[in-house]
């Protein structure tokens, strides 16, 4: 029965607080209480009491250390992505059934490549380009033809100078979107899907987003149910960053992401956001990808993809209040707005007294 340590009690200054908080990731949060979960247990502990409390228990210490240690930026060429403070990610699809733009973009490289530089003059730091749906029942798309609808995206994104990661779970196609100028692979199986995944990336040396899924291996929106989900996609989570770093991955370029809608109902969806800031434990970025999700319609009337701006923006203000360190949406001029109001409210309250 592994421990796990929720960071709680956010405050939003540290200042007079000396040896009472505890600074999240190196950003912008301060918290001043651990929830402590062991099995269905739950209990809080101060940050002025850990030492006394939790000192010796080595999973505590690792856990606190890892929870508090600053997140390194990623030096990608000539670009940098930070982890200080929010970033946003540009959701986009080269698919014919992507939700977001009905397919239009599947088979026009220029203008899809223009949809992407828009959203990075928008705001986004990194866009992420993707050719296969990962909606449910999404017919599975040959290696080749995905290669053909992300390449000449990627390539003119590339040489305008745009961050991009490439949104795939196929080998070939992340060797070939790197070639074309990707810098990281955002794979949904977290490297389980394709058995040649790990040793590619590793091979690259580039930065990983790992996704949890129930059971990668037969598709994204497999599984059974939890018992507890919060703590259950951490250790599944844990694991794989374990093997990646084993497979030659170095655990600095490593990002996580917790699933959002993937294999998940709507109870454990909510568990999920509600709990993301146990997820800093595992001492790499975090990422949330709910931008759309049908968790948004199932809480307003069914609303429909493309009436959830609302729903997205409150859940992506709810990732920022955790601590999360990139957001994945499809609005980004959007969310950004967002994130510089709320970046304005964290800088007031750091230093009006």
């Not at 959701?91 to 530089?117: C, E, R």
């Not at 490593?254 to 434990?281: E, Q």
Request: aromatic residues 4%; negative net charge.
């Amino acid at each position: 029965m592994a421990l796990h340590l929720r960071p709680i009690q956010f405050v939003d200054s540290p200042v007079g607080r000396d040896g009472e908080t505890a600074r999240l990731a190196g950003g912008m949060l301060w918290f001043t209480a651990y929830e402590v979960i062991e099995g269905e247990g739950r209990r809080t502990v101060a940050i002025a009491d850990f030492e006394q409390k939790l000192e010796n228990d080595e999973r505590a210490v690792m856990l606190h250390r890892a929870i508090t240690a600053p997140r390194p930026a990623l030096t990608l060429g000539d670009r940098t992505l930070r982890f200080d403070q929010p970033q946003v990610a540009g959701i986009l699809n080269v698919t014919p059934d992507s939700f977001s733009d009905g397919g239009k973009l599947q088979d026009d490289p220029a203008t899809a490549a223009s949809a992407g530089v828009a959203m990075a003059a928008a705001g986004a730091a990194l866009i992420d380009v993707g050719g296969e749906s990962t909606r449910p029942n999404a017919p599975l798309v040959w290696e080749g033809d995905e290669a053909k609808r992300v390449v000449p995206v990627i390539e003119r994104l590339a040489a305008s100078g745009t961050l991009v990661s490439i949104d795939t779970r196929k080998a070939m196609v992340m060797e070939a979107a790197l070639d074309a100028g990707a810098r990281i692979v955002n794979d949904v199986s977290a490297l389980l899907w394709d058995d040649r995944a790990l040793a590619a990336v590793a091979k690259a040396g580039c930065p990983v987003i790992l996704m949890h899924s129930p059971d990668p291996k037969k598709g994204p929106h497999g599984g059974s149910g939890y018992t507890n989900v919060l703590t259950e996609v951490f250790d599944w989570l844990e694991l794989r960053i374990a093997v990646a770093v084993a497979g030659g991955i170095d655990r600095t370029r490593i990002i996580v992401d917790p699933g959002i809608g993937f294999g998940k109902s709507l109870a454990d969806n909510l568990a999920l956001i509600n709990g993301l800031a146990l997820f800093h434990g595992l001492g790499c970025p975090i990422m949330l990808g709910a931008s759309r999700k049908r968790m948004i319609g199932a809480l307003s009337n069914a609303a429909p993809t493309d009436a959830r701006l609302g729903g997205s923006l409150a859940l992506a203000m709810k990732g920022i209040e955790a601590g999360v360190q990139l957001l994945r949406v499809h609005d980004v001029a959007e969310t950004v707005q967002a994130i510089h109001v709320w970046r304005g409210l964290r800088d007031q309250a750091l230093v009006g007294r």
